[in-house]
């Protein structure tokens, strides 16, 4: 996918292989460098959806599926593989769903001290402009589970938010409504940890304010 998940997968792949093991990619992306042919054991160029992964699997029979290096779209699958059984590595689907859903994820950082911003939930299209209304603008909305992309966007005025969701079903899913911090550094903070320790293996803070895609932002190290 992006740029930060192509080298997530190339460097868990060689790991694996520095390990011992056989690292086996399924990427349904060819313009990237965990496709080339000198990176995987074994390469699957496969939709990522659980019928497709799901087959790979039953044909390999890994010893365990890692899900937190190819972004939004394995993180999805989380939950249905375990279900059938695939052993998770790294970080747990527990963990995995914790940090996905708002509510849960806020319930951990007030156990833990943390300040976040102020946020809402809105369970259907109707309930979006009263939440918005208890947060304040600007805000920053999106469709339940989207990472970013074009349904993410920043608002500044009640005009423009209602326009937006009009856009919207009326069966349309939950919305996530966060108090937009502006103006706001953003800084991407990446480590591993064992349960135990953690290793901090990179700071990066963003040139540009909050607001800026990571994708489309320059990074000092």
């Known amino acids: 996918e992006g740029l930060e998940f192509d080298y997530s997968c190339v460097h868990a792949a060689q790991a694996i292989r520095e390990a011992g093991g056989e690292a086996v990619i399924i990427n349904s992306n060819p313009e990237t460098v965990s496709t080339d042919h000198d990176i995987s054991t074994r390469l699957y160029f496969e939709p990522v959806h659980l019928e497709d992964v799901t087959a790979v699997l039953r044909h390999e029979r890994p010893d365990g599926v890692l899900l937190q290096f190819g972004g939004q779209t394995p993180l999805n699958l989380a939950t249905a593989l375990a279900r059938g059984g695939w052993p998770i590595l790294g970080t747990s689907v527990d963990s995995i769903v914790r940090s996905e859903d708002r509510v849960d994820f806020a319930r951990a950082l007030r156990q833990l001290g943390l300040p976040y911003p102020r946020f809402a939930v809105a369970e259907h299209r109707g309930e979006v402009?009263?939440?918005?209304?208890?947060?304040?603008?600007?805000?920053?909305?999106?469709?339940?589970?989207?990472?970013?992309?074009?349904?993410?966007?920043?608002?500044?005025?009640?005009?423009?938010?209602a326009a937006f969701v009009d856009e919207y079903p009326e069966d349309s899913g939950r919305f996530l409504i966060?108090?937009?911090?502006?103006?706001?550094?953003?800084?991407d903070v990446d480590g591993v940890a064992d349960g135990k320790d953690v290793r901090l293996c990179g700071v990066l803070e963003h040139v540009e304010l909050a607001g800026i895609h990571s994708g489309d932002s320059s990074m000092m190290y």
């Not at 966060?178 to 953003?186: G, H, T, Y």
């Open 178 to 187: 966060d108090r937009f911090l502006s103006p706001a550094s953003e800084v």
């Open 129 to 161: 402009m009263t939440r918005a209304e208890e947060i304040g603008m600007p805000i920053l909305v999106r469709p339940s589970f989207v990472m970013g992309g074009d349904r993410i966007r920043i608002f500044r005025d009640k005009e423009s938010l």
